[in-house]
């Protein structure tokens, strides 16, 4: 038993570090992220420049340059699969759940990483409430993002199959990710407004289940969806 | 060892491309299933490896005492075939060093390098594969369906694209997989099908069945 949960993690990791390695030399995900979060970032500061937001309206700026930008390459997780024809070499060498274990991994560290490239850029071009709880700003990015990477991944496997795979996966994941989104911008919102750790536990909270419940419902639903 | 294959069907939408279709393969011998371009040879070798699923029917595959489907059956089949591609940006070894961990097998580099030597591709292993011609991308495929040691093997087309020494090398992997376990070829050449076929399944056009 430990053994097999061991070479399933081993399986899942080596996923992640092949897609690593290849986006890393290709920079697909990275270049569209990257380029997406700084054009937005650089229209929304030159745009409210001049005036002084709220917390709530910094929170959503925030949470939509972050949305757009990870719906710009996650959608790729599985299409590249595909569209490559590497999938069949996939489904024959790991059980379903190993493969979805090794995207979701992949694509909670793309985000991660995309929030340490967005949040600093955001700090230093806009101009930001004083008094901001920013370890709480961080923990709740994180959260959200692993919700969003969570949900982006299992919806990315649906649509790998279909046309206009690429534009499909935003309009889809809208719906599913709305409450996260609404979530996110309310504990984001309260942080940066300088809240304490009990201000945002029920946002903490929604969005942990919300993570377990859609990891696991992934799981289970995840073999239909890659060996149909 | 041994796969029974019992009233087959694969229809995609209304085309009909096996029907009724049974069959068995066994231990020690070379099966080679042959028929016209679209009489399904390659729908049979996705069917068997799980790859697609039948429409109706059954695929059985006896090891032993235990009897599995071809999904769980997985891990021991190799399968070489047009629809294997591999990562254009990584070489040929980092490749096999991926699906080697995926399957959970402990490889070292040597043994993966040695099996690139054994399809003559050491020289090139790290050049990104994106760079491959069509016969190192297809020796990669069959050092790829290898890589597990596998007990049934599947070999679509297998000679494609393929020089005098990839050929030989081919003839030699059917040869020792023969006494090793099961090994099937789909083609369409008539001397290959004088050559492997001990048993050979003749597919009629479309959706008649086997002749």
Known sequence: MGRIFYNSLRGAWALVKKDLVDELRTRYAITTMGLFALTTLVMVSFSTGIFSLDAGLHAAFLWIIIFFSAMSALARSFIKEEEKGTAAALRLSAPPEIIFTGKLLYNVLLLLGLVVVVLPLYLFLMNLPPGANYALVILLLFSGTACLAGATTILAAMISRAGAKNSLLPVIAFPVLLPVLLTAIRGTSIALAGGKAGGVSAELTFLLSYLLIIVTASLLLFPFVWED | ?211
């Open chain 2, 1 to 211: 060892m041994r796969i029974e294959i019992k009233k087959l069907a694969k229809s995609y939408r209304r085309k009909k491309v096996l029907r009724d279709l049974s069959w068995q393969l066994e231990k020690g011998k070379s099966y080679v299933v042959t028929g016209p371009n679209g009489s399904g040879k390659s729908t049979l070798l996705r069917l068997l490896s799980g790859l697609e699923k039948m429409t109706a029917g059954e695929i059985v595959f006896y090891t032993g005492e235990m009897t599995a489907d071809p999904i769980t059956m997985r891990g021991s089949i190799g399968l070489v075939s047009p629809d294997i591609q591999f990562y254009g940006q990584l070489s040929p070894l980092e490749n096999l060093t991926f699906f080697a961990a995926l399957r959970g097998l402990n490889r070292s580099r040597d043994s993966l390098e040695n099996l690139l030597t054994g399809v003559q591709l050491a020289e090139d292993r790290h050049r990104p594969v994106g760079a491959f011609s069509s016969g190192m991308k297809q020796r990669l495929r069959l050092a790829f369906a290898l890589l597990h040691e596998p007990g049934f093997l599947f070999l679509d087309e297998p000679f494609t694209n393929l020089d005098r020494a990839g050929k030989e090398l081919v003839n030699q992997i059917i040869a020792n997989q023969v006494s090793r376990g099961i090994v099937l070829i789909a083609t369409n050449e008539p001397s290959e099908v004088e050559r492997f076929g001990q048993d050979i399944l003749q597919l009629a056009p479309r959706s008649m069945g086997p002749g």
